[in-house]
Every structure is written in C-alpha cells, then in structure tokens.
C-alpha cells in the first residue's frame, strides 16, 4: 500500500532532550516536506525537500532540522526541543512539479514539558 | 481523535443534500489549488485539485470551481454522506504544488 509512514505517533518529552520523529514513503516521491498544525493557525510548512541531499526552509523552520540522505527517508530533528513546538507535526510526499498532490502520514502528536 | 482546530467555521448539512464549502485565497500568483479532507486523528487526504488555467473542474461526486477574479475556490460535495463529515483544506501554490499555503479550514457536519 502506498503510504507516507511517520512514527512515533505520539510523543512526550522534556525541554532540552533532543529528539528525532521519523517519516518514510514507499512511492519513490522526489519531493518530501513537513508541516505543524496548530489550533487557530493551521498547517505550517517547516521544511522541505526536492531531492536526496537538497533541503529548503519553509515558514517556521527555527528550532527544527531535517535531512535527506536517502529518498524514501526525510526524518525532522528537535535538537533543544521547548514548549512551542508542542504540535501535531505532519510529513508529506509528492513527485514534485506540477499537478502533483501532496500524500500526508497520519501525523505525530508532540508534548514537550 | 486529534484536534485540528478550534473555533473553525462549521458548515452543517442534512445527509443526502449538496454541501458547499468555501475559501478566499491571497496571492494571485498562485496558479494550483487543491481542497484536502482531515478526518480525526489522520493526515489531510488528497481530495481534487485545479489549475489556474481552469475554472472548473469534477470528480467523483465533488466539483470544484475556480474564480481567479474575485480570488475565490470552492468544493462542491454532491449527496452529503456521513462519511464526508470532516476538516476541509483549501490550498494554493505558486511554484507548482512545492509551497503550498493552506487555508484556516471548514468543518464539515453531516446530520443523519
């Protein structure tokens, strides 16, 4: 089944322990991203990726890194996480350009105390 | 189930009626636009998608439609079912789907 897999699906943790929350797609999608919901302001893009190795900035990335070192693979990085990255954190992957839909994963639930 | 929002506009519809829901959008610029649905506790799912070249275009029981002057999309749900009770997602990009901005959202109640 084609799918955008992330895990944990809920997390707790305490302010300052680094943290990784994984995201994998089994489509061979070129383009993969992730966004934070948050009550009253809905989906933010943090980062992006295009390509294995090629990584951008969306709207909110402070406080986040990602990588791309393979292209089914695109994990995002809480290295000092604190309390206003309590969210629910969504990845996404799509084939890139044009008339390409983005596929969401069912998302990570994260609280940091 | 998650929350996805508080405070966010509910459109309430009867099972079986015609459900409309609506967004403004800010860039003209932006020449793709796609409606997403987010059940609790699950991702936003892919539901239709439109480029600015069109002004209309259908699927499996949704249309949506395009109106580029007024800056205005919309989803047209025919024959509400209980199972389209959701979040609904507009969104717009101006770099061909990679930067998508998305719209605060509509709930989505059916009554049986």
């Known amino acids: 089944e084609a799918q955008v897999t992330q895990n944990p699906r809920y997390l707790i943790t305490v302010t300052g322990k680094k943290l990784t929350v994984t995201c994998s797609q089994n489509?061979?999608?070129?383009?993969m991203s992730w966004y934070r919901q948050d009550p009253g302001l809905g989906l933010r893009q943090i980062y992006y990726s295009m390509n294995v190795e090629v990584t951008d900035k969306g709207d909110v990335p402070e406080g986040y890194k990602v990588s791309r070192k393979e292209k089914r693979n695109f994990p995002l990085i809480l290295e000092s996480p604190s309390p206003n990255q309590t969210s629910l954190y969504f990845c996404a992957s799509s084939l890139g350009g044009a008339d390409s839909p983005l596929h969401f994963g069912n998302g990570t639930r994260l609280t940091v105390t | 189930g998650e929350s996805v929002g508080l405070h966010l506009p509910t459109l309430s519809v009867q099972e079986g009626d015609n459900s409309i829901i609506n967004c403004a959008y800010s860039?003209?610029?932006?020449?793709?636009f796609i409606w997403y649905k987010q059940e609790s506790g699950k991702g936003p799912q892919f539901i239709i998608d439109?480029?600015?070249?069109?002004d209309k275009r259908q699927g499996q029981r949704v249309t949506v439609l395009l109106n580029k002057t007024v800056k205005h999309l919309s989803l047209q749900i025919a024959a509400t079912q209980p199972g389209d009770s959701a979040v609904y997602f507009c969104?717009?990009?101006?770099?061909?789907?990679?930067?998508?901005?998305f719209g605060g959202g509509t709930r989505l109640m059916v009554k049986p």
């Open positions: 969104a717009e990009s101006a770099d061909a789907g990679n930067m998508l901005t």
């Open positions: 439109i480029r600015s070249n069109m």
């Open positions: 860039n003209s610029a932006s020449d793709y």
């Open positions: 489509m061979n999608h070129e383009y």
